[in-house]
């Protein structure tokens, strides 16, 4: 049995081997996330407010994009839980 990667697919692990998150965007990962657990689980998993108090996709995104310490703790439950 071979496995046949796309030029693409080759492309992208030749380029970041060690990274499981690459070509994972950061809404697929939210999106994820959000419909296994819920926003009021993930305010548990992970203390950060724009899981807690008034959530929503869009405001949460935004403040992942801005907020390295906790984009990284986001990505890191997205790895445990796939």
């Known amino acids: 049995m071979t496995c046949l990667l796309t030029?693409?697919?080759?492309?992208?692990?030749?380029?970041?081997p060690n990274n499981p998150l690459h070509g994972i965007k950061l809404i697929e990962i939210l999106e994820f996330l959000i419909e296994k657990y819920?926003?009021?689980?993930?305010?548990?998993?992970?203390?950060?407010?724009?899981?807690?108090?008034?959530?929503?996709?869009?405001?949460?995104?935004?403040?992942l994009r801005t907020t390295p310490w906790a984009r990284e703790k986001v990505e890191q439950l997205y790895l445990?839980?796939?």
């Not at 030029?7 to 970041?16: A, G, I, L, P, T």
């Not at 819920?38 to 403040?63: A, H, M, V, Y």
Request: hydrophobic letters at 30%; charged letters at 30%; glycine letters at 6%.
């Open 38 to 63: 819920g926003f009021e689980e993930l305010g548990e998993i992970i203390n950060i407010n724009c899981f807690k108090s008034n959530p929503t996709f869009k405001s949460s995104l935004k403040f």
């Open 80 to 82: 445990d839980s796939i």
């Open 7 to 16: 030029r693409v697919e080759y492309d992208m692990s030749k380029n970041q």
